[in-house]
């Protein structure tokens, strides 16, 4: 049986012949598997290690993990055809741990912790980097030789701690007053699984302003017992300055409010709050945006001094766990003068690598000059923070007793001797410096 001239094949008996728009479906599901499948074989091969892979756990997400991709993790992957597996957490000193006790640990790690990391190094988890890193690219206080003499981790971004926050529109004598009064200060200790750590701050900040650098590094060494004069004095300065057991509504919003949400009142009518201690990174947010936030040294506002004696400082470290070949080569990218400068370009971070100049070519904001420069100040000596630099036992109850201390004050007494306890815990591993010079 011939088909008939000029028509479309005849169909086998009892089956129709398909129509063009069953004909395009089919060729979109065909499509569609081919894809998944690609997709399917890309997955296996990176499985099978066929395509060489470092994993990567930092604590950047959102906004900040987007700018990380873009500035340092995509331009590593084209130079070097190394696919980069990121995680970005923000409790990612509790999912290292959970990944380290489980054998998986990431290839390269970004702490905030030198204390963490001395533990780990402790303990054999980290890789020197020797060969890897030059030291004096960053300096000591920031690239920490250990016991050992080993350096284990270097800063990829680096922020300054010492100072508070305003609005442009708030004058001198405005903020001088305002800094004696509790209910002016943006205040809020929430973190999820590290609260409590801008109270920290604070604590640290007025020992390191009062007494200078040599008494703090002797108190973040843990050669300075929490109950002295000088510790104890810091606590009772910020009970005095913040509020703490007093306005039962202050208080309680200071310790409900996550830290990022601390300036929302800057930007409410009326004004909410006025003031707010913290680190170089908050001028991102928006309440300060829109305030056209600008900073001063805490020294002069809260103690009227007349110069800044030290800075407190902190980062975010970069350390090594496998020493693969191409975890050696992301190491090297991070440390290179064109990665960390990249952090400037958006007015995301500091550097402090020697190579990379502090934004004193007329680019960028004002106000991110002169952070930028007075990280690099040499004339005044940069302590790191010093609950970041303590062994994480230690770090964790500090900030919960700064929880505990801001409702209750009257609690100073039980909570110093219980840290001095704790202090004392033998093997735990405290870091030889955490200062660039001292007094």
Excluded at 28 to 57: D, F, H, I, N
Excluded at 83 to 93: F, K, L, R, T
Excluded at 370 to 391: G, I, K, N
Excluded at 402 to 419: Q, W
Aim: aromatic letters at 8%; glycine letters at 8%; one cysteine or more.
């Amino acid at each position: 049986m011939s088909a008939h001239p000029g028509g479309p094949p005849a169909a086998a008996p009892g089956i129709r012949p398909r129509s063009p728009r069953r004909l395009a479906r089919t060729v979109t599901v065909v499509a569609s598997c081919l894809a998944l499948l690609a997709a399917a074989v890309v997955v296996g091969v990176r499985a099978l290690g066929q395509e060489p892979t470092v994993t990567l756990l930092a604590n950047w997400t959102g906004e900040d993990e987007q700018h990380f991709r873009q500035a340092v993790i995509e331009p590593f992957e084209r130079k070097y055809h190394i696919h980069v597996d990121y995680q970005g957490s923000n409790a990612e000193s509790q999912v290292l741990g959970a990944d380290v006790e489980a054998g998986t640990p990431p290839d390269v790690v970004v702490l905030t912790g030198p204390g963490e990391l001395a533990e780990y190094a402790r303990q054999k988890h980290l890789v020197s980097l020797d060969g890897l890193v030059d030291r004096e690219d960053f300096g000591t206080s920031w690239a920490t030789p250990l016991a050992d003499g080993h350096v284990y981790w270097f800063p990829l971004k680096a922020d300054l701690k010492s100072i508070v926050w305003y609005p442009a529109d708030v004058g001198a004598r405005q903020r001088h007053q305002a800094a004696h009064r509790p209910d002016q200060w943006c205040l809020g200790m929430g973190s999820g699984a590290t609260s409590g750590w801008p109270g920290t701050d604070w604590i640290e900040d007025i020992l390191l302003q009062r007494y200078g650098p040599d008494v703090y590094e002797r108190w973040a060494r843990g050669d300075l017992p929490w109950q002295s004069k000088q510790v104890k004095e810091a606590w009772t300065t910020w009970r005095d300055l913040v509020g703490a057991g007093g306005d039962p509504d202050l208080v309680r919003r200071a310790l409900k409010t996550p830290y990022q949400s601390a300036s929302d009142p800057v930007a409410a009518t009326p004004r909410g709050c006025t003031l707010e201690h913290q680190a170089s990174f908050i001028r991102n947010q928006p309440a300060w945006q829109h305030a056209d936030g600008r900073y001063a040294p805490s020294a002069q506002l809260i103690f009227s001094a007349p110069t800044t004696r030290a800075w407190e400082v902190s980062g975010d470290l970069v350390a090594l766990l496998h020493d693969t070949p191409q975890a050696r080569k992301l190491i090297r990218h991070l440390a290179s003068a064109d990665v960390q400068r990249a952090w400037t370009a958006e007015e995301s971070g500091f550097s402090v690598h020697s190579g990379v100049g502090p934004a004193s070519d007329g680019s960028g904001s004002a106000w991110h000059r002169s952070l930028a420069l007075a990280l690099r100040d040499e004339r005044t000596a940069h302590c790191f923070d010093a609950s970041d630099a303590m062994p994480p036992a230690v770090r964790d109850a500090f900030a919960e007793a700064a929880i505990e201390f801001l409702a209750h004050p009257d609690h100073l007494g039980t909570l110093l001797r219980s840290l001095d306890t704790l202090s004392d815990t033998r093997g735990l591993t405290w870091l030889p410096s955490v200062c660039d010079r001292t007094s």
